[in-house]
């Protein structure tokens, strides 16, 4: 079967960094998303990996591994507003999204 | 104003009666999903579709249907809601000419009592 496994939750300090990791076992691979979703909210994209190796875009990057099945999505000087969950989803063989449950992060002052 | 929206964004209803959801979108992209949410899990697929002639059942199609009833507009309907139905409801859009990013809207909560 296919299965998307990530932390179910994490807690970091502001002005800190945190890494938050994703394995994945799907069937084929087309792509890696990161999103940000915030309690009650709609998630909203933050980073694709399609290729081995790491995306930056401000404070956030993204890494993959496609031999390891693996991802991370790395936030540096950490702010409160990123106090959100961050979803895994892996793009199979089909194009069909597989979505991780998801890592709830809570930054602390 | 939001380039996905849902209708409606809350809904409570009794075990047995109808519900429609409603999603539209101004991005003018051809493909749309409808995804439910549950606390705990990841979101799962209900259906899709690629454009306004194909239809499509994800993961979990079982006591849903849709209508595409144009490139903008895709509905959700629960022909006779339980309550194992409650959840959090998205639809969302994605260009077929980009990486598959998806668009969302912000979801309509809906409770079967």
């Known amino acids: 079967g296919q299965n998307i496994d990530q932390p179910t939750e994490m807690t970091a300090t502001e002005g800190a960094i945190v890494q938050i990791n994703c394995t994945y076992q799907t069937s084929g691979f087309n792509g890696l998303f990161w999103y940000q979703q915030h309690a009650g909210e709609a998630p909203t994209f933050l980073s694709y990996?399609?290729l081995d190796g790491l995306e930056e875009k401000g404070r956030f990057s993204s890494f993959l591994s496609r031999s390891k099945g693996y991802s991370y999505l790395l936030l540096k000087e950490l702010q409160m507003k990123d106090s959100a969950s961050y979803l895994c989803?892996?793009?199979?063989?089909?194009?069909?999204?597989?979505w991780g449950a998801g890592t709830k992060l809570i930054i602390k002052p | 104003d939001a380039d996905v929206t849902q209708t409606p964004r809350n809904r409570i209803t009794k075990t047995g009666k109808r519900i429609m959801l409603e999603c539209s979108q101004t991005k003018g992209h051809d493909r749309m999903y409808w995804y439910r949410q549950d606390p705990g899990l990841g979101l799962r697929l209900i259906y899709y579709s690629f454009d306004v002639k194909d239809i499509n059942k994800g993961e979990i199609s079982d006591g849903y249907s849709v209508s595409r009833q144009a490139q903008a507009k895709f509905s959700l309907s629960l022909e006779s809601a339980i309550p194992n139905q409650t959840a959090l409801y998205f639809c969302a859009t994605s260009d077929s000419t980009d990486t598959g990013e998806l668009f969302f809207g912000e979801g309509s909560r809906l409770t079967v009592l």
């Open positions: 990996n399609v």
């Open positions: 989803a892996v793009m199979d063989s089909n194009y069909q999204l597989i």
